[in-house]
């Protein structure tokens, strides 16, 4: 009895495996499709020099819209892109399609800004990622001072001797480099000294809760009095409140990003608000 019990939850269990193994091909059937038929598109948050109040940068982010499930942030296909290798291409084209509207932004006049683009863990680990790089900025004529890599904390640590390596070649390129969600991951004072970035980005999760929650307060001096150490810039990402951007400046923090500035928004949009000199 017990036995027979056993093999049929055996039975559902493995009816239940190929079912979500099936689910996941369709899945990544569907965002190979979404790549092919341009459903997949960027938007442009801008970040704020604190001191100046220009808009001197904005991030490139990645957003699918689906025909039938409408539109679909990052976090629900980026993992899926990572696991099956797709982010190979995905990467690619984000990259291609980022340094191409900046360029085009410079053309139409407006003053020139650094596009910052996220990179995943698998795409840096290319081989030939730097010279995806290169082909990029080479086919968009875009300078490459005016591209940013964002990269985490989490994916330098994954092998900080082949990362910092991979840095050295990009800094010769000319792009930009920044550590994302600084503060979530693990790099000790002494790597951080060793990487070639230009800025950290203070992580969401210690932003939201200023000025009132103690231990963030401390932890962002903490980063912000870190970078500055280093000679880095910093930027607080996630900022909502008039009250968080006093406290950021008061702390000494050159830069930021988030809702209270501006969402995310379309190419075009993003066009609108640079034509404005100071924010
Ligand atoms: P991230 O790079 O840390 O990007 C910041 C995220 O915070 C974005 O979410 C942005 O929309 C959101 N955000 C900005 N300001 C605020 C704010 O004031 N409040 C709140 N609540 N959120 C804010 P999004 O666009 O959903 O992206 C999530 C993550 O997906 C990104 O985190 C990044 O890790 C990844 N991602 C986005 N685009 C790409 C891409 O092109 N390639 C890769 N590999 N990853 C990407
Ligand atoms: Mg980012
Ligand atoms: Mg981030
Ligand atoms: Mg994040």
Redesign the pocket.
């Known amino acids: 009895r017990a036995k027979e019990i056993g093999r049929d939850a055996m039975q559902v269990f493995t009816a239940e495996l190929a079912n979500r193994a099936h689910e996941k091909l369709e899945r990544q059937e569907e965002l190979r499709r979404a790549l092919a038929q341009g459903e997949l598109f960027l938007q442009y ?1 801008p970040q704020m020099d604190l001191a100046t109040g220009r808009i001197f940068a904005v ?4 957003r699918w819209r689906h025909p039938e499930r409408g539109l679909i ?3 629900d296909f ?1 993992p899926l892109a990572e696991e099956t290798g797709l ?1 190979g291409p995905i ?1 690619d084209w ?1 990259l291609r399609a980022a340094c191409r509207q900046n360029k085009a932004w410079q053309e139409s006049g407006l003053p020139p800004i650094v596009v910052s ?4 863990a698998r ?1 840096f680990q290319e081989k030939d990622w730097v010279e995806r790089v290169a082909a990029a900025l080479a086919e968009s004529g875009l300078e490459a001072r005016y591209l940013e890599l ?1 990269l985490t904390e989490s994916l330098i640590m994954q092998d900080v001797q082949q990362a910092v390596e991979t840095m050295h070649r990009l800094e010769k390129l000319g792009v930009h480099l920044a550590i ?2 600084f503060g979530t991951g693990y790099s000790s004072l002494a790597s951080l000294k060793r990487f070639p970035v230009g800025r950290l980005k203070i992580d ?1 999760s210690f932003v939201q809760d200023l000025p009132d929650d103690g231990d963030d307060a401390a932890i962002a001096r903490a980063v912000i009095s870190l970078a500055h150490t280093l000679q880095l810039r910093v930027i607080a ?4 409140t008039r009250e968080q951007i006093d406290f950021l400046r008061e702390a000494g923090c050159d830069e930021i ?4 500035l501006s969402r ?1 928004i379309d190419a075009r949009a993003l066009q609108a608000i640079l034509c404005i000199p100071n924010l």
């Not at 991030?59 to 990645?62: G, S, V």
């Not at 683009?117 to 995943?120: A, L, T």
């Not at 990003?257 to 209270?260: E, L, S």
């Open positions: 948050q991030e490139a982010l990645i942030g990052p976090g980026i982010i990467g984000t683009v996220n990179v995943s795409q964002e994302d969600d969401r990402e996630g900022v909502e990003q988030g809702y209270y995310p």
